[in-house]
């Protein structure tokens, strides 16, 4: 692995022949399990932004201290090494994956071209669409014994309000690219995966 992380030409090319899938869906749409059961079912590798940079800073490694830093003062960490984390993850897991799921990412049209460019282009963006009241309720839901502080009314809706402005142009950009697959997320879960392998499976 060593080789190929020292030559980015490598590195690009490689990561080139795999399928990528970007995963967007708002909180509470159920995209986590959907993750999930993409992976049982194809072989990908579920990679997390939000997951690597928690695994990053507890890892204590230089990287990790920095980042540390930066979400102390409560700054945005760059998207330079936002990316540089994903495709680092990347590269480790190459031998063994079928695929990549790049879950909730991008978040704004920038994301996804700054990954285009330093990565390689996603093969498709699975968007899992849930309604607004219906992402509340399993949020509200949720919240009854997730003890999490974000799962209370005002705190969704906020969260909702941003989830939408930030995605309705990331869809938007990649609907013109054709590589949209836009799944009802309304239904059981079961229902969601069956339109999700429909999806998945015209990339064969």
Do not use: W
Request: one cysteine or more; proline letters at 3%; glycine letters at 10%.
């Amino acid at each position: 692995m060593g080789a190929i992380c020292s030559s980015p030409d490598v590195t690009s090319e490689n990561l080139k022949n795999y399928k990528i899938i970007f995963v967007v869906g708002g909180p509470g749409s159920g995209k986590g399990t959907q993750c999930e059961k993409i992976v049982a079912k194809y072989g990908y590798t579920h990679l997390s932004t939000g997951d690597l940079l928690r695994e990053t800073v507890s890892s204590g490694s230089e990287r990790g201290k920095k980042l540390s830093a930066i979400m102390e003062k409560g700054e945005l960490v760059p998207l330079e090494t936002v990316l540089d984390m994903l495709k680092d993850a990347m590269i480790a897991k190459a031998g063994s994956s079928k695929g990549f799921l790049i879950d909730g990412y991008p978040r704004e049209v920038k994301q996804g071209q700054e990954f285009e460019k330093k990565i390689a282009p996603p093969t498709l963006l699975l968007y899992i669409d849930a309604g607004a009241e219906t992402m509340k309720k399993r949020l509200m839901k949720r919240g009854e014994s997730s003890g999490r502080v974000d799962d209370n009314e005002e705190t969704i809706k906020k969260r909702l309000d941003t989830y939408y402005k930030a995605t309705e142009p990331v869809i938007a950009f990649y609907e013109k690219k054709g590589i949209v697959r836009k799944i009802n997320a309304e239904g059981s879960v079961d229902e969601v995966f069956h339109q999700v392998v429909t999806a998945v499976d015209t990339l064969k």
